[in-house]
């Protein structure tokens, strides 16, 4: 029998329910829990009646089963549906609450007086604008300010939302009643100061890749710290000049970019001034925006932008930009959108701090992107199998990942620490938290359920082994999602170098590793053998190829570095998670092999497309090899007069078959001054067609870099170009003198008709 309360206790129970409610509040049917507050925090007072919230009401989509199986088949190879993706409208049809639905919860919001905005496209959101006292009144909730312990101001509703009990079956949940929970970045800026684990690496040298290549400002950063690669370095230790090689720079892909803060436009424009690059980048504010941008707070929108144009300069970029928190929303601008195919988020919190509303909307969002062929890279954390510690002051030493990278439907990217940007690279886990470094997360997910792709992997991978568990997420029997699935290089003191808040330096955390994979697979997505067709979501058909081919697709982790921890815990050498052979939960199933890893996955959505390059490709007879274009050629280079100070560069150009010239680019090494004055640059500057003509061109430099555009379209062309849109340098003089310098490289960039282009890496005589 139930135990009755005295009367005295039920009284003040309703007396402090009564004080929670506001007087004359809706009545309805809960849709969620309230919020808990965080450790230390309290209620401190009303908000002001007048605040302004924007809300975002997630909606049920119709049938969340059949949902959840069309998301997993569609994504996995072999599947009777793999790659058959749906468009926005066609998910709405199928899987989006149906119109009447839809139309049934907007009436009752509206009817309790709020402004009720058009459902997004696939019809599982609606957006609602309101100030504070009129969503406390249609919810019938009291909408309080909270004190937190580290001193920000939050606000949160005290009980759980009404909505009418017609609409209360569609409705998931209502985010933005609170915003307790902030998203962190996980991106570490590192100086030499702190550079004490960054000693014991050599000092690094650039790498012509037929990629962009680096200018005298971000090769400064390696000379005077003696740590942090730059973009061609990264991308050489990863195998990626195979796609330069084809012209292939990402053509035609779009990478979407997930922000919680504004960025400076002037880094972005620095970085690509120094690579000759010209990436397009646009941003797409959602609920307001970001903010307006003021100095310190774009380090991590610069890295994630910067990580794209690096390794594939070719790519349009999209950053859906919102207030923090507005995870859900950007994620549901992403796939309403549809635009990019791409999606790469270096924001997370810890697990078990995320509200499961929140939690089940960003699940169903990702099931959509799934469905629609588009893929969500998220960095899975920098602190460790502990990620809900927070330095400076956090005590908690408890096992914990990060979401939302432990959704099954998103590829959590983990992180290394790369000793050496060798191909293949020296890699070891990362766990600089001896220095105060970080290290890379990873662990098994509180939340989630082991998914099929990795229930079902190979034996040989070892995911499954002596640490899964599913003691973490509930289940009385079977696992738990484990997480990171993939990595790269990640520890600051082997970071990369960026631009920003106007300065060059090193920059290091997951952060960095989730775009560079996105970079990835947009290069993949552009190589021939996929033809243009998307990935999708990438985890089935990863872990698959790991299972038939790991050796020759994936750089394994199997040790820490000499001297540094054995496992990626961040209080103890006992600590989980060790790296070893195949998957682990230090680094998931490693590093790509661009290239190599590039064709396996094409093979699976388009098999009779050509492999992406000749990576251990079958032998085939010469009457079935298909007739390939020649590519792009440079011949005759000559570099004279550089001890005169008057430098003349020569060179012939030809573009690859049945493809004229359009524009070319010269990248020099800061030994070569290039003039900025565009009548210096037209007085040092030649160019003539193949029967001798001189032709007429325009001309535009940065430093580092010359920039010639054709009047008229070539096939070939000859160039000549000296004194004095170049100049000697008096170092260069200096060790030429000394017999210190022998040899100059320099990288040829071509655009040509119909949309191809190529890198060509060049080594002159001095």
């Given amino acids: ?97 149906t119109p009447a639905q839809v139309a049934t919860v907007r009436s009752a919001l509206a009817a309790r007086g709020l402004d009720v905005g058009a459902p997004s496209a696939d019809s599982l959101s609606l957006p609602v604008t309101a100030t504070a006292a009129e969503a406390e009144a249609a919810f019938g909730t009291a909408i309080d300010r909270v004190a937190t312990a580290g ?86 230790a990863y195998s990626l000049p195979g796609f330069y090689a084809q012209g292939n720079f990402g053509a035609g892909q779009t990478v979407a970019l997930l922000e919680m803060e504004p960025t400076g436009p002037k880094d972005i424009d620095a970085y690509q001034s120094c690579y000759g690059t010209h990436a397009e980048v646009t941003y797409v504010p959602v609920e307001g925006g970001s903010g307006e941008y003021k100095k310190g707070d774009d380090g991590e929108s610069a890295l994630d932008i910067e990580q794209i144009i690096g390794l594939a300069p070719d790519v349009k970029i999209r950053v859906y930009e919102g207030p923090n928190p507005s995870e859900v929303a950007l994620l549901s601008a992403y796939v309403s959108d549809n635009e990019a195919k791409i999606m790469s988020s270096s924001w997370g919190i810890c697990e078990k701090d995320a509200e499961p509303t929140e939690e089940k909307a960003t699940n169903v969002l990702l099931q959509e992107a799934a469905a629609q062929g588009q893929s969500f890279f998220v960095a899975a954390g920098d602190n460790g199998a502990s990620d809900c510690y927070e330095p400076p002051g956090d005590t908690y030493k408890g096992l914990q990942v990060d979401s939302p990278g432990t959704d099954p439907f998103a590829t959590d990217v983990g992180g290394t620490r790369m000793a050496a940007p060798t191909t293949p690279p020296v890699e070891y886990i990362w766990n600089d938290a001896a220095a105060g470094e970080g290290a890379g997360g990873g662990g098994i997910s509180e939340r989630f359920p082991m998914p099929a792709y990795q229930q079902t992997a190979s034996p040989a991978l070892n995911v499954l082994g002596p640490l899964s568990s599913g003691t973490q997420c509930g289940l009385a029997s079977g696992y738990c999602r484990q997480v990171p699935d993939v990595s790269a290089d990640a520890a600051p003191a082997t970071g990369y170098i960026v631009h920003t808040e106007d300065v060059w330096g090193v920059t290091g955390g997951t952060s960095a590793a989730a775009p560079l994979w996105a970079a990835f697979i947009a290069l993949t997505q552009a190589s021939p053998a996929c033809g243009g067709k998307p990935i999708g979501f990438a985890n089935p058909a990863l872990y698959k190829i790991a299972g038939e081919g790991y050796a020759g697709n994936f750089n394994d982790i199997t040790t820490a570095r000499p001297g540094g921890a054995p496992t990626t815990g961040l209080f103890s050498p006992s ?99 290039v003039a900025k004055d565009a009548q210096a640059l037209a007085q040092g500057i030649v160019v003539r067609s193949a029967d001798g003509t001189k032709l007429k061109f325009t ?24 004194f004095p849109a170049l100049v000697t340098t008096p170092k260069l003089a200096a060790h030429i003198r000394e017999g210190r310098t022998h040899k100059l490289g320099l990288v040829l960039t071509t655009r040509e008709s119909g949309g191809t282009g190529a890198r060509l890496p060049l080594t002159v005589e001095v």
């Fill in 575 to 673: 600590e989980p998670y060790a790296p070893g052979p195949a998957y682990d939960m230090a680094t998931g199933l490693g590093t790509p092999i661009g290239t190599s890893l590039a064709a396996s996955l094409c093979a699976f959505i388009n098999p009779s497309a050509p492999p992406t390059v000749p990576v251990m490709a079958a032998k085939t007879a010469p009457a079935a090899r298909a007739k390939t274009p020649n590519p792009a050629q440079v011949s005759g280079a000559h570099l004279g007069n550089v001890l005169k100070g008057k430098p003349r560069l020569t060179f012939s150009l030809a573009a690859r078959e049945g493809a004229k010239l359009t524009n070319i680019t010269v990248g020099v090494p800061p030994a070569l001054d």
């Fill in 1 to 97: 029998m139930r135990a009755r309360l005295p009367i005295f206790t039920c009284l003040c129970l309703l007396v402090l329910c009564l004080a929670a409610v506001p007087a004359g509040a809706a009545t309805g049917v809960p849709v969620q829990a309230a919020p808990e507050l965080p450790g230390g925090a309290s209620f401190a007072g009303a908000v002001a009646p007048e605040r302004q919230l924007s809300l975002y009401v997630a909606l049920e989509p119709r049938d969340p089963a059949a949902l959840a199986s069309f998301a997993e088949g569609v994504a996995t190879p072999g599947s009777p549906i793999y790659g058959d993706y749906l468009s926005v409208p066609q998910f709405a049809a199928r899987f989006g609450p």
């Fill in 699 to 722: 001309a535009t430099s940065t430093p580092g870099t010359i920039r010639i555009r054709l009047s008229s379209p070539q096939a070939s062309v000859t160039l000549k170009i000296g």
């Fill in 151 to 236: 001193g920000r101001v939050a606000f949160a509703n005290r009980s759980a939302p009404l909505v009418p009990a017609a609409a209360a079956p569609y409705v998931q949940g209502i985010l933005g009643l609170d915003n307790l929970v902030r998203a962190h970045r996980h991106d570490t800026m590192q100086s030499s100061t702190s550079s004490t684990t960054a000693a014991t690496e050599p000092p690094r040298t650039s790498v012509l890749t037929g990629g962009p290549q680096p200018c005298a400002e971000a090769l400064q950063v390696q000379q005077d710290e003696e740590f942090g690669y730059t973009a061609d370095q990264v991308a050489s």
